[in-house]
C-alpha cells in the first residue's frame, strides 16, 4: 500500500506570494489533517477533513485554508505569506473507526521556506 | 488534549540506561494518547498509544503509563540503544476526537 504523499517536497517563496500544497491519503483513509512543524514548537494543528468536511481547526489566521476532494485528496491553501510561515507542513491520513482517533500515518512534509 | 505540555526538552542518555519523558494535558476529555518517533529528516511515526481505560501499555523496551486523575502520562524506554536517539512527541485528543495536540517533543540522545 501506498503511504501518504505529499507535494511539492521543497519550495521557495517570497513575502506576499501564496502556495498551495497537495497530499494524497493511503487509500481508504478518509481523514486527513495537517500540522505545521518548526523547530521548538512541535507539531501544531491547523485542521482535519473528513469525507470533504472541516471538522476541526485549529488557531492559525484566516491566511490558513484548506479542502478536500471527494478521492480524500487534501489541499492546503496560506496567502499573504509572511517570514514566520516558514515551516515544514506535514500531512497525514488515518482510517476514521468512526468511533474514537487512531494512528496517524505522516507523509515526509513540505518544506516552505519564505524570503 | 488542546494544551499538552512535554518535559523534558532534552534528555541524554548512556546505552543501556533508561529514559522517561513526561507529559500533562489539560483537557478531562481527552481519551486517546499516542506517542510518536520522529528520527532526523524522517517523518513522524507511531511507537506506543494508550486509551484512558487502560493505566499501562508496555511493547517490548517501551511502555507508556496514564493517570487520567492527575492528567499525566510518560514514555518510558528501557535498555536504550543508539537506534533510540530521536525526537519524542507525546499527543493527545481533545474533547473530540478530530484534533490530536502534540507536546513540543523530546529531543533523546543514546550515548554509546
Known amino acids: 500500500k501506498a503511504g501518504v504523499t505529499q507535494t511539492p517536497r521543497y519550495l521557495i517563496k517570497t513575502r506576499g506570494q501564496q502556495v498551495t500544497l497537495s497530499c494524497s491519503p493511503i487509500?481508504?483513509?478518509?481523514?486527513v489533517s495537517w500540522y505545521q512543524q518548526t523547530p521548538g514548537q512541535g507539531l501544531q494543528f491547523l485542521f482535519e477533513y473528513f469525507s470533504e468536511t472541516q471538522r476541526n481547526k485549529g488557531n492559525f489566521p484566516g491566511r490558513f485554508s484548506g479542502r478536500q476532494f471527494s478521492n480524500s485528496r487534501s489541499e492546503m491553501n496560506v496567502s499573504t505569506l509572511e517570514l514566520g510561515d516558514s515551516a515544514l507542513y506535514l500531512c497525514a491520513s488515518s482510517f476514521w473507526s468512526g468511533r474514537s482517533a487512531g494512528e496517524l500515518f505522516f507523509g515526509e512534509g513540505s518544506r516552505l521556506t519564505v524570503l | 488534549g488542546e494544551n499538552v505540555e512535554q518535559h523534558p526538552s532534552t534528555l541524554s542518555v548512556q546505552e543501556g540506561d533508561s529514559a522517561v519523558i513526561k507529559c500533562t494535558y489539560s483537557?478531562?476529555?481527552?481519551?486517546?494518547f499516542p506517542w510518536y518517533k520522529q528520527e532526523l529528516g524522517k517523518r513522524p511515526q507511531l511507537i506506543i498509544d494508550i486509551r484512558s481505560n487502560v493505566g499501562e501499555k508496555k511493547d517490548q523496551r517501551i511502555a507508556v503509563t496514564l493517570n487520567k486523575t492527575a492528567k499525566h502520562f510518560s514514555l518510558h524506554i528501557t535498555e536504550t540503544q543508539p537506534e533510540d536517539s530521536a525526537v519524542y512527541f507525546c499527543a493527545a485528543t481533545g474533547s473530540n476526537d478530530y484534533k490530536l495536540s502534540f507536546g513540543a517533543g523530546t529531543t533523546v540522545t543514546v550515548r554509546a
Open positions: 483537557d478531562s476529555a481527552s481519551n486517546y
Open positions: 487509500s481508504g483513509h478518509r481523514s
